[in-house]
T-cell receptor, first 114, second 112 residues
Framework: DSGVTQTPKHLITATGQRVTLRCSPR?????VYWYQQSLDQGLQFLIQ???????AKGNILERFSAQQFPDLHSELNLSSLELGDSALYFC?????????????FGPGTRLTVL | DAKTTQPNSMESNEEEPVHLPCNHS???????IHWYRQLPSQGPEYVIH???SNVNNRMASLAIAEDRKSSTLILHRATLRDAAVYYC?????????????FGEGTQLTVNP
């Protein structure tokens, strides 16, 4: 158990809909990262927040947005969903935001768009 | 970003050592070498990292070539639980924001 929790575990929805994925980082960790894992693209970094502020952005679509709240939990919002958005979404957390900070991953949310 | 190259797959027997290679010929002096692994149906987990010197921890050892253009992750006695995809990742300490850039990794199969 990494100490990172993600809800829900599974999500099935239809094209065009909007969903919210939630992540609670390990106690004391200030950084939260979101990654997407699909069969054709592998594991891809989406976005990072550090202590409530956006720190880095990766291959995140404009239809996707995220935020980190004062209690440090984070939400990833996916809207106008397409079939291709079906994937595993992982959240990770780390104490700081440096190149030696270990990232601890949650169990993931499996999103299926029908 | 400097790239890494790993074999697609490797196989080993239980209780034998495993050496997982990684080439990173364009590594810069500020890149740390990290290894993560992903067990089936789980999120990735940290294994080990280093900069220039060899490193040991309870999970594995990391051997870094003198010119830093390659490294090897060593599992001293493979168990069935070590079957996973192993990712070798470079992280630049100059970069603000510390994303992990995953390649395809090496799928390790451990035979009983």
């Amino acid at each position: 158990d990494s100490g990172v929790t993600q809800t829900p575990k599974h999500l099935i929805t239809a094209t065009g809909q909007r969903v919210t994925l939630r992540c609670s980082p390990r106690s004391g960790d200030l950084s939260v990262y979101w990654y997407q894992q699909s069969l054709d693209q592998g594991l891809q970094f989406l976005i990072q927040y550090y202590n409530g502020e956006e720190r880095a952005k990766g291959n995140i679509l404009e239809r996707f947005s995220a935020q980190q709240f004062p209690d440090l939990h984070s939400e990833l919002n996916l809207s106008s969903l397409e079939l291709g958005d079906s994937a595993l979404y992982f959240c990770a957390s780390s104490q700081g935001a440096g190149a030696t900070d270990t990232q601890y991953f949650g169990p993931g949310t499996r999103l299926t768009v029908l | 970003d400097a790239k890494t190259t790993q074999p697609n797959s490797m196989e080993s027997n239980e209780e034998e050592p495993v050496h997982l290679p990684c080439n990173h010929s364009t590594i810069s002096g500020t890149d740390y070498i990290h290894w993560y692994r992903q067990l089936p149906s789980q999120g990735p987990e940290y294994v080990i990292h280093g900069l220039t010197s060899n490193v040991n921890n309870r999970m594995a050892s990391l051997a870094i070539a003198e010119d830093r253009k390659s490294s090897t992750l060593i599992l001293h006695r493979a168990t069935l639980r070590d079957a996973a995809v192993y990712y070798c990742i470079l992280r630049d300490r100059r970069t603000s924001g510390s994303r992990l850039t995953f390649g395809e990794g090496t799928q390790l199969t451990v035979n009983p």
